[in-house]
Every structure is written in structure tokens, then in C-alpha cells.
């Protein structure tokens, strides 16, 4: 009888075991394959795939929609692009804005919603991400998946004991080899991110691109925070952007940072060395990103609300105030669009060369008082030519 009872046990504990195993591999299988519908705009005129511009990419999770609306009317040409880090979701929320919305009557904007695809496919370990997000629309609830701040390692294998940034010779911390924003300007025949920034600056050269700009968010511990981070080609521009929307638009000012030379990788220091682009980066508030957050949940990634990050701000400790309203995820989609438009308006002025016009587009107060959700449009009713997935 004993012995009976111990073999069941140990049965009983096998079928657990086999349970847990099923059950967590349909939902890592779930979030990996999950696909984002993009209702594009009435007036895209061409959506490209990344592989175009360079092979390099061909075959591989990161060869990423590229969505191009191109007036024909002579005028500069802007790049944008969200999803550096997927564990910012305001930056992939942001580009699709653009995606949905847009119309351009002079000059081409080109937007990339998600630039580093393989790292919304995992999500970092030990930190109890949700692996979706969700927002409220008239038509619905829209998803999207959550990630890492790095490719997956699926894709990228294996990371190297130290990495060594291309062309610099710059030593950095050997995960940093999966992190997009430390790898630019690319290298053709490196791992996956080293191949994405290549590629992507294979189509800054194709399409003529003037400016590009990196949406981004940070934890509010950090010092680079709501602010501009500027290549020395985009100072004036940064400049008079940051001082209108501080002293019209926004409650809490977005400084300006210069980038700087000695640091490699970044898109704000490669994109302006190694094309002829002006590259920007901008950062906002998150308080999901902040070690001493409480639960890390949807509500705290989508609210911004969070009672230790508060108390860290009463004491002195963060760059970014933090009150009981938070940093809700309609305030930090609205100022990355907001700082988008006003760049190509002040860059209008500064070089009338390279004029870019468009409409469309909400601004800051129209999103805080409408919601992000409505600016995305529903796949079910749409036509399936302007439906794609990211």
C-alpha cells in the first residue's frame, strides 16, 4: 500500500509537471507568434519591407514593415521609428499614430512602427511582465504585445563574452549585443540588431532621408529624461523645439541633451555620423521602468501610477515629478507625437528646403482629451488592402 501510494505521488507530481510545461509553452508560443494589426491610412503610398532596402534582414523576424507616405511634392523626408525597446509600448504607439492617420501634402514621412520585432517576442526575465497590452477604442479593445528592452535570444544567438561596438572598437556590456539602440550604424554580417541597423541605414541612404527620429522611454530615476537628445546637425532645431512646446504645450518641460561623441551604438550619435540625416531621440516618463516600482502589471505600464515611485520623488530621488495622476499612457503617446510634429514644423522654418506638410494627425490636447484609441482604427472593418501586421 505504501509503495502504491508513493508511485502515485510521484505520478501525480509528473502530471503537474507536464501541466506547468504545456501550459507555459502555448502561452510563450502565444505572445511569439502574436500579430498586431495596422490599419494604414487612405493615403500610404507604398509599404516596403526592410529586406528591400538590404537582405541582410531577409528571412528574419526584424524585416519590418516600413510604411511610406510620399507626397510627390519636392521637400524633405523624415524616418521615424518605435519599438527600439518593446518595454516601451508609447513608442510603437506612437509610430502607429502616424501609421493610421497620416496624410503628407509635401515631402515623405516614412515610419517604421516596431524596429526591433524579435524583442516584442520575449519579455525580460525575473521582472513578471504582462505579455500584452491593451487599449480601449470605440470599436473595441486593441492589443498589443509587450517585450524586452533586447532581442530575443532565439534570434540572436550566441551573446559574446564582451561586445565589441562596429566600427568603434567601444567595449560594452556583452547583452547590449541584442539592444538596437547600441548598435548602430550596423554591421552586415553581425548578429540580428547589427544587421537591423545596417539595413535601416541602407534605406536612410535609399530614400534620401533628412532627419530620423527614435522614440523612447525612461525610467524617471534616470537623468536623460523628458528631453530631446539632438546630433550637432539638429541643435537649432532641438532647441527652438523644445523651448515652444515647454513654454505652449506641455505641463511638464522637454529639455534638451546633446549627444554625446564618446558614447557608440546610439542612433542619435551613429544615424548623424554615418548618413546625412539629422537624428533625434526623445524620451518620456515611464514609471514601469522604475527599480523601485511596486507590482509590475498593466495597470502600472498603462496608469503610470505608482506609490513607491512617488515617494522616491518626495525624497529627491527621480528626474521627472510624479504626482497621484501618474504617467498615464495617453500624456506620454501625446508629447512623443506633439515633439514629432513640432520637429518637422521648426525644421520647416530653419531649412524651407526640406519642407514637410502633412495633417491628420491629433495633437497633444486632442489626445489627452480623446484617448489614444481613437486614432486606431478597426481591422475587422477595414479594407484588407491597407490591413498589415507587425
Same mark, same amino acid.
Given at each position: 500500500m505504501k509503495n502504491m501510494n508513493i508511485k502515485f505521488i510521484k505520478v501525480l507530481i509528473l502530471f503537474i509537471v507536464f501541466c506547468v510545461i504545456g501550459i507555459s509553452g502555448f502561452l510563450f508560443r502565444e505572445h511569439r507568434t502574436f500579430k498586431e494589426p495596422v490599419v494604414v491610412s487612405e493615403h500610404i503610398t507604398t509599404v516596403k519591407k526592410l529586406s528591400d532596402y538590404s537582405d541582410v534582414v531577409k528571412g528574419t523576424v526584424n524585416d519590418c514593415n516600413v510604411y511610406i507616405f510620399d507626397s510627390g511634392v519636392e521637400g524633405g523626408t523624415m524616418l521615424m521609428f518605435g519599438g527600439a525597446h518593446p518595454e516601451e509600448p508609447a513608442t510603437n504607439l506612437s509610430a502607429q499614430v502616424f501609421t493610421e492617420n497620416l496624410n503628407v501634402t509635401q515631402g515623405k514621412i516614412i515610419v517604421i512602427n516596431r524596429i526591433n520585432?524579435?524583442?516584442? #517576442? &520575449? #519579455? @525580460?526575465?525575473?521582472?513578471?511582465?504582462? +505579455?500584452?497590452?491593451?487599449?480601449? #477604442?470605440?470599436?473595441?479593445?486593441? #492589443?498589443? @504585445?509587450?517585450g524586452d528592452r533586447a532581442a530575443n535570444p532565439l534570434d540572436s544567438w550566441p551573446d559574446p563574452e564582451v561586445y565589441i561596438h562596429y566600427p568603434s572598437g567601444q567595449n560594452l556590456a556583452y547583452v547590449d549585443i541584442r539592444n538596437i539602440n547600441r &548598435?548602430?550604424?550596423?554591421?552586415?554580417?553581425?548578429?540580428?540588431?547589427? +544587421?537591423?541597423?545596417?539595413?535601416?541605414? @541602407?534605406?536612410?541612404?535609399?530614400?534620401?532621408? !533628412?532627419?530620423?527620429? !527614435?522614440?523612447?522611454?525612461a525610467e524617471l530615476e534616470y537623468p536623460v529624461e523628458n528631453t530631446i537628445v539632438t546630433h550637432e546637425k539638429g541643435n537649432e532645431v532641438a532647441a527652438m523645439t523644445s523651448m515652444l512646446l515647454t513654454s505652449q504645450v506641455f505641463d511638464v518641460p522637454i529639455g534638451m541633451e546633446f549627444s554625446p561623441k564618446a558614447l557608440h551604438g546610439l542612433s542619435h550619435r551613429e544615424i548623424g555620423d554615418y548618413s546625412d540625416a539629422a537624428s533625434y531621440l526623445v524620451e518620456v516618463a515611464e514609471p514601469m521602468l522604475d527599480r523601485i516600482r511596486g507590482i509590475t502589471d498593466e495597470e502600472l505600464l498603462m496608469s503610470g501610477k505608482d506609490r513607491f515611485v512617488m515617494k522616491a520623488g518626495e525624497h529627491g530621488l527621480l528626474y521627472a515629478p510624479i504626482d497621484e495622476n501618474g504617467w498615464p499612457i495617453n500624456q506620454r503617446v501625446a508629447r512623443h507625437v506633439e515633439t514629432a510634429k513640432t520637429i518637422m514644423q521648426v525644421n520647416n522654418m530653419v531649412r524651407p528646403e526640406q519642407t514637410i506638410l502633412f495633417d491628420g494627425i491629433p495633437s497633444y490636447h486632442e489626445i489627452l482629451e480623446n484617448g489614444i484609441g481613437a486614432y486606431y482604427n478597426d481591422p475587422s472593418m477595414a479594407n484588407p488592402n491597407y490591413v498589415y501586421y507587425d
Amino acid at each position: 500500500m505504501k509503495n502504491m501510494n508513493i508511485k502515485f505521488i510521484k505520478v501525480l507530481i509528473l502530471f503537474i509537471v507536464f501541466c506547468v510545461i504545456g501550459i507555459s509553452g502555448f502561452l510563450f508560443r502565444e505572445h511569439r507568434t502574436f500579430k498586431e494589426p495596422v490599419v494604414v491610412s487612405e493615403h500610404i503610398t507604398t509599404v516596403k519591407k526592410l529586406s528591400d532596402y538590404s537582405d541582410v534582414v531577409k528571412g528574419t523576424v526584424n524585416d519590418c514593415n516600413v510604411y511610406i507616405f510620399d507626397s510627390g511634392v519636392e521637400g524633405g523626408t523624415m524616418l521615424m521609428f518605435g519599438g527600439a525597446h518593446p518595454e516601451e509600448p508609447a513608442t510603437n504607439l506612437s509610430a502607429q499614430v502616424f501609421t493610421e492617420n497620416l496624410n503628407v501634402t509635401q515631402g515623405k514621412i516614412i515610419v517604421i512602427n516596431r524596429i526591433n520585432i524579435s524583442a516584442s #517576442t &520575449n #519579455t @525580460r526575465m525575473g521582472e513578471a511582465y504582462p +505579455r500584452f497590452f491593451h487599449v480601449d #477604442t470605440p470599436w473595441g479593445v486593441k #492589443t498589443w @504585445r509587450y517585450g524586452d528592452r533586447a532581442a530575443n535570444p532565439l534570434d540572436s544567438w550566441p551573446d559574446p563574452e564582451v561586445y565589441i561596438h562596429y566600427p568603434s572598437g567601444q567595449n560594452l556590456a556583452y547583452v547590449d549585443i541584442r539592444n538596437i539602440n547600441r &548598435n548602430w550604424p550596423g554591421k552586415a554580417d553581425g548578429l540580428l540588431t547589427e +544587421r537591423t541597423a545596417y539595413a535601416v541605414m @541602407r534605406l536612410i541612404e535609399a530614400e534620401g532621408v !533628412d532627419m530620423t527620429l !527614435d522614440y523612447h522611454e525612461a525610467e524617471l530615476e534616470y537623468p536623460v529624461e523628458n528631453t530631446i537628445v539632438t546630433h550637432e546637425k539638429g541643435n537649432e532645431v532641438a532647441a527652438m523645439t523644445s523651448m515652444l512646446l515647454t513654454s505652449q504645450v506641455f505641463d511638464v518641460p522637454i529639455g534638451m541633451e546633446f549627444s554625446p561623441k564618446a558614447l557608440h551604438g546610439l542612433s542619435h550619435r551613429e544615424i548623424g555620423d554615418y548618413s546625412d540625416a539629422a537624428s533625434y531621440l526623445v524620451e518620456v516618463a515611464e514609471p514601469m521602468l522604475d527599480r523601485i516600482r511596486g507590482i509590475t502589471d498593466e495597470e502600472l505600464l498603462m496608469s503610470g501610477k505608482d506609490r513607491f515611485v512617488m515617494k522616491a520623488g518626495e525624497h529627491g530621488l527621480l528626474y521627472a515629478p510624479i504626482d497621484e495622476n501618474g504617467w498615464p499612457i495617453n500624456q506620454r503617446v501625446a508629447r512623443h507625437v506633439e515633439t514629432a510634429k513640432t520637429i518637422m514644423q521648426v525644421n520647416n522654418m530653419v531649412r524651407p528646403e526640406q519642407t514637410i506638410l502633412f495633417d491628420g494627425i491629433p495633437s497633444y490636447h486632442e489626445i489627452l482629451e480623446n484617448g489614444i484609441g481613437a486614432y486606431y482604427n478597426d481591422p475587422s472593418m477595414a479594407n484588407p488592402n491597407y490591413v498589415y501586421y507587425d
